[in-house]
């Protein structure tokens, strides 16, 4: 149980974006996974007409032998699309891990094609010039700061894929 009010609400900010997005893709029929389940069900590969959103992917990051997990991964065919959501309401501590992950995305994360979620009106000045300048060579990194937008980008993704 978080007891403070400040990280309670941040931590239901972030899941609820999450939770949002989540249903947003079963609405376009994409359906969802944990990651744990869909690995051992046999479904763990990327054949043609396989269009899922599987939660929690894991990945190792740039500490060696550290395993963490992505929000999500959506898979469409035989493409992988790695989706992070990172949230901040108030000033706080949350900005401090946006070099972390971008180290990850460059080094780190596997697929070629990554969406980055920074949502929430908390962040440091001078967060989003610094993202923004930031290079990822051999990588498709598409970074949104507003959640329509997010979802506008997917669902133009989604429906490239049933073509």
């Not at 994409?30 to 939660?55: A, E, P, Q």
Request: glycine share 6%; hydrophobic share 30%.
């Amino acid at each position: 149980m978080i007891s403070n009010p400040s990280l309670r609400k941040a931590k239901v900010d972030g899941m609820s974006y999450e939770k949002k997005f989540e249903l947003f893709c079963n609405s376009k029929d994409v359906g969802s996974i944990y990651h744990s389940r869909w690995s051992k069900s046999g479904t763990g590969s990327f054949d043609d007409n396989n269009k899922i959103l599987v939660k929690e992917f894991p990945y190792e990051s740039i500490y060696p032998g550290s395993i963490c997990k992505t929000e999500f991964v959506l898979i469409l065919n035989d493409r992988r699309i790695r989706i992070e959501f990172k949230s901040q309401e108030k000033a706080g501590s949350t900005d401090e891990k946006i070099p972390y992950l971008l180290e990850n995305v460059r080094h780190s994360f596997p697929e070629y094609e990554i969406i980055i979620a920074i949502l929430g009106e908390g962040w440091r000045s001078g967060m989003k010039e610094y993202i923004d300048k930031q290079k990822f060579r051999h990588k498709k990194v598409s970074i949104f700061y507003d959640y329509n937008e997010l979802e506008g980008h997917v669902n133009d993704i989604i429906q490239k894929s049933k073509i």
